[in-house]
């Protein structure tokens, strides 16, 4: 059971959203995390790992998703139709954590009044089963105002291996996104094939909408210098080789030893992946006589 806080009062008034498929090895941890939270919604697509059966013993709501192989995907889907207490959602992949300094900069957020439509909030990574303080950390669009947000479709229903959840790409904010800075611990507690497993289906999807413009056109969403970095990167040759020295030179991932050089290359593999599925994809059948 997640322990809570004396009182309501002393709750976070923010709805915390942890989209689930067999997540058994990683929902425990990450519930207890949110404690503090008011309101908490695992959104299940049929585990068969007793994911939904933890979840509910530890109190928090759980809502089964049935996707249709249509829009909204399950991020939208989720905006949409869950019975929202607080107009402010916390989207939380069940391997992620919620550290205490977070959970207080947002407390303090909602107190104060968020001037922002959304924050970007920095991912911790554990790779291997090591924290890592160096190296190239994740952002992303994770606490948003749901009256201000959305997840506009991305025409990807071609490609498979996404299935029912959106793409790596960020919520459309009406208003301006700020940016917090205590980070959310990114641990999987799965063996490390599940890393290589998500990440080859990742890749699919990069790969397929590289073919025909569509990640650029994903890129065109985001402002500012932020924009302009996206669309470059999406266009930029050897990208395998710039993610590599990114990652383990430039932010300085050389300092967690080879756990960092681990971290860079996986980093590297993973964007190697996608020029060799775009290759692939651009020659086509091979004519054997």
Not at 17 to 39: H, K, P, Q, W, Y
Not at 151 to 160: C, G, H, I, K, R
Request: aromatic share 10%.
């Amino acid at each position: 059971m997640i322990q809570r806080a004396a009182g309501r009062s002393a709750l976070i008034p923010v709805s915390v959203i942890v989209m689930t498929r067999d997540e058994a090895a990683n929902i425990g941890a990450c519930l207890a995390s949110v404690s503090r939270f008011a309101e908490i919604f695992v959104v299940d697509s049929g585990s068969r790992d007793g994911t939904a059966a933890i979840a509910k013993s530890m109190g928090a709501r759980v809502i089964d998703f049935h996707w249709d192989g249509k829009y909204p995907k399950k991020k939208q889907w989720c905006l949409d139709a869950l019975p929202f207490s607080h107009d402010w959602v916390l989207y939380l992949d069940a391997d992620e954590r919620v550290t205490g300094a977070l959970a207080g900069e947002i407390a303090g957020l909602m107190a104060a009044g968020p001037e922002a439509s959304g924050y970007h909030i920095p991912g911790r990574p554990v790779f291997a089963g090591r924290p890592l303080r160096f190296g190239a950390w994740n952002s992303k669009i994770a606490l948003l105002d749901r009256r201000r947000a959305s997840f506009p479709p991305v025409p990807d229903l071609d490609v498979a291996s996404m299935w029912e959840v959106e793409g790596h790409y960020q919520p459309r904010l009406a208003g301006t996104a700020g940016r917090l800075r205590h980070p959310v611990i990114h641990h999987d507690a799965k063996p490390p094939y599940a890393w290589f497993e998500r990440h080859n289906r990742y890749s699919d999807w990069e790969a397929a909408l590289m073919m025909d413009g569509r990640l650029e056109s994903i890129a065109v969403r985001e402002k500012g210098a932020r924009r302009l970095l996206k669309r470059i990167f999406v266009r930029l040759p050897a990208r395998p080789l710039v993610v590599f020295l990114h990652s383990y030179v430039l932010r300085l991932g050389f300092l967690d030893g080879l756990d960092g050089l681990d971290h860079a290359i996986a980093r590297a593999f993973y964007y190697w992946q996608i020029a060799v599925k775009v290759r692939a994809r651009r020659r086509g059948p091979v004519p054997y006589p």
